[in-house]
């Protein structure tokens, strides 16, 4: 079945870039996600990415992905103490109106000052 | 900013008891979704609604679970009995989808969740 892996834990000073990685089984899947969730909340998508991109980028986040070896990767540049918390890759399987969510475990960021 | 709100925060219960979890969606997403999420785990889909219909609910335990959204808008997720084991977050989120999978309208935008403990 579908899967998605996530290194469980980065810890990164303050001002340093961060780079949180994932990779997914499904080839079919058509979008692909970065969520945050910080402590007690819910999930807020930071960025995604369409499957026939390679790059995206937005402000101070860069969304790396190789379609070939279905590896996606989060860059946070200039990395801040606001930016700790659980980062979670998801991507989109399925299509139509049964398209769904895959989570990995999801990364904890930890931001030394 | 519109939001999916959810209620409760937190929620208290001893084993056997019934529990039950509200969602308002986005104004206008006609899809809505209940995910569990397990400490240490990312969230697992529940049950997915287009609407009033349920288009997913495979990976909700039936013989105890129940979720509905009578009027295609709130929606209700309800427990009973709670076991131990269910003691997790609940989340709901809705998105816009349409009839195209494949579209930004996927983006599935999330509540804060209702955290339950069952003692």
């Known amino acids: 079945g579908e899967d998605v892996e996530q290194s469980l834990f980065l810890s990164v000073r303050e001002g340093d870039s961060s780079v949180i990685n994932c990779t997914y089984t499904d080839s079919s899947s058509t979008y692909l996600y970065w969520y945050k969730q910080e402590p007690g909340a819910g999930l807020q998508l930071l960025t995604y990415?369409?499957?026939?991109?390679d790059m995206k980028q937005d402000q101070r986040l860069t969304v790396l992905l190789n379609k070939k070896d279905k590896h996606l990767s989060l860059r946070i540049a200039d990395t801040q103490t606001g930016d700790s918390a659980i980062y979670f890759c998801?991507?989109?399987?399925?299509?139509?109106?049964?398209?769904?969510?895959?989570f990995g475990k999801g990364t904890k960021l930890s931001v030394k000052p | 900013e519109a939001e999916v709100a959810q209620s409760p925060r937190y929620k208290i219960t001893e084993k056997s008891q019934a529990v039950a979890f509200w969602c308002d969606p986005i104004?206008?997403?006609?899809?809505l979704y209940w995910y569990r999420q397990i400490l240490g785990q990312g969230p697992e889909l529940l049950v997915q609604?287009?609407?009033?219909?349920?288009?997913?609910d495979s990976q909700l335990p039936k013989d105890r679970f129940s979720a509905e959204r009578l009027k295609g808008v709130d929606s209700t997720l309800k427990i009973q009995p709670a076991e131990l084991g269910d003691s997790a977050m609940y989340l709901c989120?809705?998105?816009?989808?349409?009839?195209?999978?494949?579209?930004?309208?996927?983006?599935?935008?999330f509540g804060a969740g209702t955290r339950l403990s069952v003692l």
């Open positions: 609604f287009q609407d009033e219909s349920v288009v997913d």
């Open positions: 989120a809705s998105s816009a989808l349409g009839s195209s999978g494949a579209s930004p309208w996927n983006i599935q935008y």
């Open positions: 104004s206008g997403h006609a899809t």
């Open positions: 998801a991507e989109m399987v399925g299509g139509g109106s049964q398209g769904n969510l895959i």
């Open positions: 990415i369409f499957s026939n991109m």
